[in-house]
């Protein structure tokens, strides 16, 4: 079956350490991949996406993500974690306009 | 400029009724993509709508139906509301229809079925 899985429901880091958050699909084909960011108020925000070309994707905010085609994973990191990074990060496949989200990492910051 | 606008921002309604959610998209974004976010999971594909067609439908049942006006303003209409349709319902607009442009999302409507 189809399927976005975040392995990790929650990841506590603390400010200033690097952070990696875990997406893997389940697609025939290479799907489009996606990362999102949900914080309280703020409402879903896209960090970044792959379709094609380079692995390494460079995104907003500091982050960025690589695709792995042999793993079918789309990892997303940061090297040096901010406070205002806190909020829950969604992983999602676009796979012939049937678009799929994961279920979410939630991540905490430590001062 | 206004981004992505959602009303209500909360409703409660009751088991069998009905409720309509209205979203208006980002000025000059012709598309329009409808999700539902139940506490504690990720979003949930439910329509997309791009010049007025429909051009995506998730795995939702029949009582779940949308529109897109002239303005390209969107309604999400749901019928014999279940508990389980208690949600998070999230609109996004983009340029064109289909995943590649980039989604701006609106902050929701809260459903609470009782």
């Known amino acids: 079956a189809q399927s976005v899985t975040q392995p990790d429901i929650h990841i506590t880091v603390s400010e200033g350490a690097s952070l990696e958050l875990r997406c893997n699909y389940s697609?025939?084909?290479?799907?489009?991949l996606f990362w999102y960011v949900q914080s309280p108020g703020q409402g879903l925000q896209l960090l970044l996406k792959y379709f094609s070309g380079d692995t390494l994707v460079q995104g907003i905010k500091g982050f960025e993500a690589e695709f792995k085609r042999s793993q079918s994973s789309f990892n997303l990191r940061k090297p040096s974690v901010h406070w205002s990074d806190a909020a829950e990060y969604f992983c999602?496949?676009?796979?012939?306009?049937?678009?799929?989200f994961g279920a979410g990492t939630r991540l905490t910051v430590k001062p | 400029d206004a981004g992505v606008t959602q009303s209500p921002t909360h409703l409660i309604k009751t088991r069998g009724q009905h409720v309509t959610l209205r979203c208006s998209p980002i000025s000059g974004h012709k598309s329009v993509s409808w999700y539902q976010q139940v506490l504690g999971q990720g979003p949930q594909f439910i329509f997309q709508?791009?010049?007025?067609?429909?051009?995506g439908r998730g795995n939702f049942p029949d009582r779940f139906s949308a529109r897109q006006f002239p303005n390209y303003s969107s309604e999400l209409n749901v019928n014999a509301l279940l508990l389980g349709d208690s949600a998070l319902y999230l609109c996004?607009?983009?340029?064109?229809?289909?995943?590649?442009?980039?989604?701006?999302f609106g902050p929701g409507t809260r459903l609470t079925v009782l």
């Open positions: 697609y025939g084909a290479t799907p489009y």
């Open positions: 999602a496949v676009d796979n012939n306009n049937d678009m799929r």
């Open positions: 996004a607009s983009s340029s064109r229809g289909g995943f590649t442009d980039t989604q701006y």
């Open positions: 709508y791009y010049e007025k067609e429909e051009r």
